[in-house]
């Protein structure tokens, strides 16, 4: 039977190298149940400004299907009972714009854990703030971007997407989330559904952990799918963060390459 998020230790949610695997799908049930509520969603801070991107304004979310090790939001993921408020679409799409407007951006996100649990509420987040003319960015690990989401989202002219990669293979993704290899697939179909539904996307892959014969495999696996995932893939390295070095040393995990915020 899957581990639940009781089963597993809060102080190490992702442990690797045990044999046992969490199961993201039975997580994203378990998640959702505390994170959704009749439309709104979990949040833990509403609205900040930000340089990524060249400036963005960003609403961050509580709750995620997967337990990374070198996740910088690690409290919101692993606390989501105590942690955050629920906030209505339209509350974000508002704190989003304002933020927006205050900056003078044209984009805006969601981030801080997984958007797409709760996929009704994201959409008509995305649906305000692009009649509002704003861009937005969906930041998301991909696992629940299915062909009926992508084709939801194809609706929207002012979104891209962003499809983060955990690790560069299958048994890196293990390693890195804890969850079983096949989910790492799952994140390359999300970047299928998003080019068959003609929804402007890119790959950003987490390579701190990656010697550079994994990073140019991967290179090559994104290129069988479409020339321009290769061309546009994203090199993520991880954030030195306390909490996340204290993770990656119980994990026994050194990086090759990372900063300190």
């Known amino acids: 039977m899957p581990e639940t998020p009781k089963d597993r230790p809060e102080s190490h949610p992702a442990k690797t190298g045990s044999g046992e695997w969490y199961d993201p799908a039975v997580l994203t049930e378990d998640i959702g149940r505390i994170v959704l509520n009749n439309g709104q969603r979990k949040y833990y801070r509403l609205a900040r400004a930000g340089r990524w991107y060249g400036g963005i304004a960003t609403a961050d979310c509580c709750g995620c299907n997967l337990r990374c090790l070198f996740c910088w939001s690690g409290k919101p993921r692993d606390n989501v009972e105590d942690v955050g408020n629920f906030y209505g679409a339209f509350e974000v799409a508002q704190a989003l714009i304002s933020t927006a407007e205050k900056h003078g951006y044209g984009l805006v996100r ?89 929804v402007s996307c890119h790959p950003a892959a987490m390579i701190s952990f990656s010697p550079p014969e994994k990073i140019q495999h991967l290179r090559e696996t994104l290129q069988m799918i479409h020339p321009d995932l290769e061309r546009d893939l994203e090199k993520e390295t991880v954030l030195l963060y306390p909490p996340v070095v204290e993770r990656l040393k119980e994990a026994g995990l050194s990086p090759l390459e990372g900063y300190y915020p």
């Open 110 to 198: 969601i981030s801080g854990n997984e958007p797409t649990l709760g996929r009704n509420h994201l959409l008509q987040v995305i649906h305000a703030v692009e009649a509002a003319g704003l861009a937005f960015i969906l930041e998301t690990n991909g696992l629940l971007l299915d062909l009926s989401l992508a084709k939801a989202l194809s609706v929207h002219s002012n979104l891209h997407v962003r499809v983060s990669l955990k690790g560069t293979d299958p048994a890196e993704f293990a390693r890195l989330t804890g969850a079983p290899p096949k989910y790492f697939n799952k994140q390359l179909k999300a970047l299928e559904n998003l080019l068959v539904s003609g």
